[in-house]
T-cell receptor
Framework: NAGVTQTPKFQVLKTGQSMTLQCAQDMNHEYMSWYRQDPGMGLRLIHYSVGAGITDQGEVPNGYNVSRSTTEDFPLRLLSAAPSQTSVYFC????????????FGPGTRLTVT | RKEVEQDPGPFNVPEGATVAFNCTYSNSASQSFFWYRQDCRKEPKLLMSVYSSGNEDGRFTAQLNRASQYISLLIRDSKLSDSATYLCVVTSGTYKYIFGTGTRLKVLA
């Protein structure tokens, strides 16, 4: 199992550009989520999905869109990048049963100039 | 008050020492609790889930105190490789996870 994979690892955007951060998992997990991590702050939930076709907002959803057309993939779209979106983005998925532990991808470092 | 609070540290301890971290949470309805480890510029990795009865995994022991709303992590016989940031995570409802800002640990030779 590859676990949770994310691409790209690094990205630099200009203000106003759009892009999609990719996330995939091969563990057949129903629940997937996106977080951003900024210095001095804990990871903050952007959006999450409890299964294909179902998404919901987290704590900081503004400026981001998601969709979930398959169990495996959960892309995060930045509609019009702003410097405030400079951050490290982590995707995670969680076990379907048990204690619902989350497992994270390696992250995408995004800089918006 | 933050939903999850941790002492940011850093905790500088010698090899072989025992170190303990606490984490307080504000939502008394939280059901699941975790400790994650995060190395510099890496993703968080699950260290332990924290069960009501407490649990141990090798040198690591986690405890939950629901009455006082805190969880703890004890590391015995610290190794250089334990140097990292330790994140406390608490669930909010069924689908949301609240992260603390982390406690930095540096184990010194």
């Amino acid at each position: 199992n590859a676990g949770v994979t994310q691409t790209p690892k690094f990205q630099v955007l200009k203000t106003g550009q759009s892009m999609t951060l990719q996330c995939a998992q091969d563990m057949n997990h129903e629940y997937m989520s996106w977080y951003r991590q900024d210095p001095g702050m804990g990871l903050r939930l952007i959006h999450y999905s409890v299964g294909a076709g179902i998404t919901d907002q987290g704590e900081v959803p503004n400026g981001y869109n998601v969709s979930r057309s398959t169990t495996e993939d959960f892309p995060l779209r930045l509609l019009s990048a702003a410097p405030s979106q400079t951050s490290v983005y982590f995707c995670a998925s969680r076990d379907n049963t048990g204690y619902y532990e989350q497992y994270f991808g390696p992250g995408t470092r995004l800089t918006v100039t | 008050r933050k939903e999850v609070e941790q002492d940011p540290g850093p905790f500088n301890v010698p090899e072989g020492a025992t170190v303990a971290f606490n984490c307080t949470y504000s939502n008394s309805a939280s059901q699941s609790f975790f400790w994650y480890r995060q190395d510099c510029r890496k993703e968080p990795k699950l260290l332990m889930s924290v069960y009501s009865s407490g649990n141990e995994d090798g040198r690591f022991t986690a405890q939950l105190n629901r009455a006082s709303q805190y969880i703890s992590l004890l590391i015995r016989d610290s190794k250089l490789s334990d140097s990292a940031t330790y994140l406390c995570v608490v669930t909010s409802g069924t689908y949301k996870y609240i992260f603390g800002t982390g406690t930095r640990l540096k184990v010194l030779a």
